[in-house]
């Protein structure tokens, strides 16, 4: 049961480049989310998606793209990468809406943007 | 909007210490409140929730209480070790994407 995936682990870009994460979960959950995780800052949510072709803006959005074109995979790309982007994203997905559902959380992928 | 407040790390403790980690809430209705914890490299896991007042989450000798009256979800455990140092989080659900704290990192010190 290999439960939620993210690659690459660590990843080194220059400023401008594009770069996709992905995330791979194997549980067939309904919500995937994207966050980033930052010193000072905890965690902040930068995509959700309910369902396939079904995604919504979290509170930093901005410099990302998201897709989710098969219920498992939830890419995130960030267009043209800038030094503000370097952080640890973390991907994780949980069966229902309902609160109190456990959320899963991937490994996470560091990446540094130069 | 929602929000969660939790204390301000580091905190250091030596082994088989008393831990409290406060944690407090702002959300209408009723949420249901989780601690993650994230050991050093790894991702977040869950490690205790609470969906109702007055509900006691518990796991691996740690226990929160969920307080509608003081909307709060302290932390605690009555002895730590070692393998407990890790960054904490507690986070609040309205059938929303989880909002979370700001993390308390713990060390504990043989």
């Known amino acids: 049961d290999a439960g939620i995936t993210q690659s690459p682990r660590y990843k080194i870009t220059e400023t401008g480049r594009q770069v996709t994460l992905m995330c791979h979960q194997t549980w067939s959950h309904s919500y995937m989310f994207w966050y980033r995780q930052d010193l000072g800052h905890g965690l902040r949510l930068i995509y959700y998606s309910a369902a396939a072709d079904i995604t919504d803006k979290g509170e930093v959005p901005d410099g990302y793209v998201v897709s989710r074109s098969k219920t498992e995979n939830f890419p995130l790309t960030l267009e043209s990468a800038t030094r503000s982007q370097t952080s640890v994203y973390f991907c994780?997905?949980?069966?229902?809406?309902?609160?109190?559902?456990?959320?899963?959380f991937g490994p996470g992928t560091r990446l540094t943007v130069l | 909007g929602d929000s969660v407040t939790q204390m301000e790390g580091p905190v250091t403790l030596s082994e088989e210490a008393f831990l409290t980690i406060n944690c407090t809430y702002t959300?209408?209705?009723?949420?249901?409140l989780f601690w993650y914890v994230q050991y050093p490299g790894e991702g977040l896991q869950l490690l205790l929730k609470?969906?109702?007042?007055?509900d006691k989450g518990s796991n691996k000798g740690f226990e929160a209480t969920y307080r509608k009256e003081t909307t709060s979800f302290h932390l605690e455990k009555g002895s730590v070790q070692v393998s407990d140092s890790a960054v904490y989080f507690c986070a609040l659900s309205r059938n929303t994407p989880l909002v979370f704290g700001k993390g308390t990192r713990l060390s504990v010190i043989a």
């Open positions: 609470a969906t109702k007042a007055d």
């Open positions: 994780a997905s949980n069966f229902d809406r309902q609160h109190g559902d456990t959320q899963y």
């Open positions: 959300a209408t209705g009723y949420p249901s």
